[in-house]
């Protein structure tokens, strides 16, 4: 099975030190969009996997939440691409619950919804707490170095076995085949 988990911002989106907390705030990434279109196209399923501590910090609602995933989603239609869900940790650092990243319940969670064997998930993510979680859960761990990933390479540390990629488009570049790969355009 070709099964897909992505970090949103900084992988997908711009990454914000402010949070994203409003639909105008969201704006996705150079080529982001079309990977994920492409990888949908070689068949692989995607889902994305998010803290979402704005929400627990009270700087945005679930409605400010739902526009802005309801923005990435209409711009990925029209890219052509598909996200067969969005799995947020809405609590604060303090909260001490088990879904935030670093920690691995929202992957284990997506396993389980999913009914997936992890270890033959990929997951991509730009900050260690991404990789730590996916490792965690037994994912195959990547690195992009859009968002916070040049500092989380220069950090070092990383997950062993984690591949780096320039951007989520050439993390789609590497998944896809060769031979599907004129037949993604």
Do not use: Y
């Not at 650092?93 to 064997?117: S, V, Y």
Request: charged residues 25%; glycine residues 10%; aromatic residues 6%.
């Amino acid at each position: 099975m070709k099964f897909l988990i992505l970090d949103r911002d900084g992988v997908i989106n711009q990454d914000s030190p402010d949070f994203v907390k409003k639909p105008d705030e969201w704006i996705a990434l150079p080529g982001a969009l079309e990977a994920i279109a492409r990888l949908n196209r070689a068949g692989w399923r995607v889902v994305v996997a998010t803290n979402q501590s704005g929400l627990g910090r009270c700087l945005f609602d679930t409605s400010a939440l739902n526009a802005i995933h309801t923005k990435f989603r209409a711009e990925l239609t029209r890219a052509g691409g598909n996200v067969e869900g969005i799995f947020i940790c809405p609590h604060a650092p303090d909260e001490q619950c088990d879904c935030r990243k670093p920690l691995p319940g929202m992957f284990l969670d997506i396993g389980r919804r999913f009914d997936i064997d992890l270890t033959q998930v990929h997951a991509v993510g730009d900050s260690a707490r991404d990789l730590i979680a996916a490792r965690a859960a037994g994912c195959k761990t990547w690195l992009v170095l859009t968002g916070n990933g040049a500092k989380t390479l220069a950090a070092g540390d990383l997950p062993e076995g984690t591949r780096v990629c320039a951007d989520l488009s050439a993390v789609a570049d590497e998944l896809i085949p060769p031979s599907n790969k004129a037949q993604q355009g």
